[in-house]
């Protein structure tokens, strides 16, 4: 999530290489200086943005699989469909 967020802060970051810490590089290859507190606070919210996603999906699932059972299918009828 670190190296998506560093993405999103750094338009000018092409390449990011691991070791003991991050480095990013740009287009040439040079250092991009980053500042790993804002790099973390974004992959934080990154993070809560792909679980409410997650949430939303299961959430509009189980609401069609309530009304599908509402109009009277079977729970079979409806897992065949969904």
Do not use: F, P, R, W
């Not at 000018?12 to 250092?31: F, G, H, M, P, W």
């Not at 606070?41 to 679980?51: D, G, P, T, Y």
């Not at 599908?68 to 729970?75: M, Q, R, V």
């Amino acid at each position: 999530m670190k190296h998506e967020a560093i993405y999103n802060l750094y338009s000018t970051v092409k390449s990011i290489v691991e070791n003991e810490t991050l480095t990013a590089y740009d287009i040439n290859e040079q250092i991009v200086s980053i500042d790993m507190s804002a790099v973390n606070a974004k992959a934080l919210e990154l993070q809560s943005i792909k679980q409410a996603e997650k949430q939303a999906k299961i959430d509009a699932k189980a609401s069609a699989l309530a009304k599908l059972s509402a109009l009277g299918l079977t729970e079979e009828e409806v897992k065949s469909i969904l």
